[in-house]
């Protein structure tokens, strides 16, 4: 057992040492309809090497072409990111063997990516800002997929045989990478996080992919380094590959930096590797020594034009991009009323948009927020599925919301309605008519129920008379039940002061 494997530092220890130095590089598949190079559908679950061509499987004498679509999408992230955009650039082979990649290298860009040098701003839990810099965003294409059969890991150790599927070789790929994100400190892990959220949304915004890092369209490699407390160079870096889904990012970082500490304050150097990142555990270990970018003998793609994006072209894109999330959400906090921590839980469950559509079907901010933040979210936890999955739609929200504002049914009965709608019994209008749920607020049936509860109940009613105001809770209460939770219960209140002839 090597040192590396030995120990974590514990976490606190490790940052009052050490100042924490990460690199993020997201890959992000564009949804293109056709892949980077060629005609070849992009679409997901086809039967395996059922969308390739020669040029994707780069058999002799196929020539690629470059998807404009994909041009484009690069320039509208790069614009995004606020980054400049290249005015001329060119493609690179990346050259290495690997099954999943028939062409034996891989069109990239290297030194001259379509855009560079700019940033994203991230905020963190709290409310802070964090600008990330931003290195660079490239074009470049995905390989194919390989599955190792026979092992019982379905890694290519202890495998019997190997399958490919080329279909997603030569969808395009965005690449972006970070300048060195320095200063976190102690919450580099939330920072990072953090950024690959928010990159997210951006791209989502921009609606150049779906983004799902469940389906491997956006995937992280967290390089982390670690350098003494006050000390100006970086030490060491190790890139933990593939990490694919928000929390990990999180984790991974914090293991590295839990990691690398454990090695150097031991007197060990860190090696530059690859990582896996393994979720079980939250662990990573050690993948391959790291190639150096010459190893790769990059050369400018020769079968390729120059990409040359005009000034106009740039400009009109910029002018076309939409609200950037962190914008919108700023908007949406100040427009609602509510903190930022508020904010946050709506982020975290899921809800904004769903809050968003439900405002726009007609509902009032407070109680499109109120509804699918307290029942529908309490619901949707109890059944483990994502807000978005409920089967009930931001329209039926708001309808449910209206009918509760005109009158026609208060909270609890509202709750009902909810109930049946998500039983599939139909439209809010529909259930309420099936399951007969009406606030009863017409006099004659609400002042018979009032009658009957003052006269069950004397002792109270006496009270109330008497002043004792308070005491009409129990009388609202028993008009409630008599109603089986269907009237109006400030109403009820009313008509009970006013028959017992004191001022509310
Ligand atoms: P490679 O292709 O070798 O992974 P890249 O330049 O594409 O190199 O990405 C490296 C990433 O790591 C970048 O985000 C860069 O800012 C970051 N980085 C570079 N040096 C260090 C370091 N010493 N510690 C942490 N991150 C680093
Ligand atoms: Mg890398
Ligand atoms: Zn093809």
């Known amino acids: 057992m090597t040192v590396t494997d030995l120990a974590l530092m514990p976490y606190e220890e490790a940052l009052a040492a050490y100042d924490p130095v990460m690199g ?4 992000v598949e564009l949804g293109t309809r056709t892949k980077m190079f060629c005609g070849c559908s992009t679409a997901l679950d086809a039967e395996a090497n059922s969308q390739t061509c020669p040029t994707c499987l780069g058999l002799p004498g196929a020539l690629p072409v ?9 320039i509208r992230i790069g614009l995004a990111l606020n980054c400049k955009i290249a005015e001329w650039c060119r493609f690179a082979r ?15 860009q290297y030194d001259e990516p379509i855009a560079y040098d700019g940033y994203l701003d991230v905020q963190l839990e709290d409310g802070e800002v964090f600008r990330v810099g931003i290195e660079r965003a490239h074009m470049e294409e995905d390989t194919g997929k390989s599955t190792h059969v026979g092992g019982a890991t379905g890694r290519i150790h202890g495998a019997s045989h190997s399958l490919l599927d080329y279909n997603r070789a030569g969808i ?13 400190g102690e919450r580099a892990p939330e920072v990072a996080r953090a950024y690959v959220a928010e990159l997210r949304e951006v791209i989502r915004a921009l609606g150049v992919s779906e983004a799902r890092m469940e389906r491997g369209q956006l995937r992280c490699d967290v390089n982390l380094s670690l350098r003494p407390k006050g000390s100006e160079t970086f030490g060491t870096r190790s890139e933990t590959k593939n990490v694919n889904s928000l929390r990990s990012v999180e984790r991974a970082t914090r293991y590295e930096i839990q990691r690398h500490a454990a090695v150097l304050s031991s007197g060990g150097t860190v090696v530059q590797e690859t990582r896996h990142f393994h979720e079980e555990d939250g662990s990573t270990t050690s993948g391959r020594v790291k190639e150096e970018a010459e190893d790769y003998r990059y050369f400018p793609e020769p079968d390729l034009v120059p990409v040359a994006p005009s000034r106009e072209w740039v400009e009109e894109l910029r002018a076309s991009l939409p609200e950037l999330p962190l914008v919108r959400r700023n908007r949406l906090r100040q427009e609602w009323g509510i903190s930022q921590h508020e904010m946050q839980s709506v982020l975290n469950a899921g809800a904004l948009d769903l809050i968003v559509a439900t405002i726009d079907a007609g509902a009032k901010a407070a109680a499109a927020r109120k509804w699918w933040m307290g029942e529908l979210a309490r619901r949707a936890n109890e059944q483990g599925v994502e807000l978005a999955e409920l089967p009930i739609t931001p329209g039926q929200v708001a ?3 209206a009918l ?9 009965l509202a709750r009902q309605v909810i109930e049946g709608v998500l039983a599939g019994e139909g439209d809010p209008d529909t259930v309420v008519e099936k399951r007969g749920l009406k606030v009863v607020s017409d006099e004659g049936a609400l002042g018979a129920a009032v009658d009957e509860a003052i006269a069950a109940n004397p002792d109270i009613a006496e009270k109330v008379r008497g002043g004792k105001i308070a005491a009409a809770g129990a009388l609202v209460g028993a008009v409630m039940r008599a109603t089986r939770g269907q009237a109006d219960a400030a109403r009820a209140r009313e008509l009970i002061l006013e028959k017992l002839g004191v001022q509310g």
């Open 24 to 27: 993020l590089e997201v890959h």
């Open 399 to 401: 309808r449910v919301a």
């Open 404 to 412: 509760v504002e005109e009158g026609s049914l208060n909270d609890k």
């Open 66 to 74: 470059v998807n404009a679509k994909g041009v484009e999408s690069a």
């Open 172 to 184: 395009p790929l965005i690449e972006i990478v970070t300048k060195p994100i320095v200063g976190a």
């Open 94 to 108: 990346k050259n290495y063997f690997y099954p999943d990649m028939p062409k034996n290298f891989q069109t990239s």
